[in-house]
């Protein structure tokens, strides 16, 4: 039987695209656990389960990878920030931030550590991404807080730290899980332990940024 020439291109779109992400899986896995320095391209094709030419069919090197994975990561992981809303209630806005963030970090722990380690190793594939998209991004956002500030809604602090802080709260729980699941130990895990977390930066960064009534 012919198979007509649109529906020959259809279906190989579609198989490159099933292969592209069965490669991209298997380089998420690799990437997060080893870093990029640490990976190698017949790593990433054993645990994708093809031979390394025909990875490279697809992907012809690392570098193009680590950028298709790091590229996803970094659009999800401001996210959340993007709908920080100047508008809204602050300690609704700061609530939702928190609880985004650790909900990334429960669902999505291995492109938290490939974000991780990437900066770790100075940032050599996003720099101009960091100092660019991403500074803006967290420049607007922290007008918001400096607004909020202002307007006595809540207490004066540095918007930047602020946020950093709670990026290093919640991203905690994805970067360092095995620490985190070690101390805590079985009773602690799964669902659970997030709700705790959440509860908890909650009550520290909300509470901290609680204005006194009194004015004191």
Known sequence: MTIPRAAKTLRRTR????????????????????????????????????????????????????????DRVLYTWLEPLRAFNAEGNPESEIRSYIRRKLEMARDFPRESRLFANEVLQGAPHIEDELKGPLKELVDEKAEVIRAWAKSGKIVKCDPYHLIFSIWSTTQHYADFDVQVRAVLGQEHSGEGRFEDAARFLEQLFI?????DPLGG
């Open 207 to 211: 509470g901290g940024l609680r204005p």
């Open 15 to 70: 198989i490159q695209e099933e292969k592209e992400e069965q490669i991209l899986e298997a380089a998420l896995d690799v990437f997060s656990a080893s870093g990029f320095r640490g990976s190698t391209i017949d790593q990433i094709a054993e645990v994708a389960g093809m031979s390394k030419p025909n990875l490279l069919y697809y992907f012809r090197t690392k570098e193009a990878m680590h950028r298709a994975l790091i």
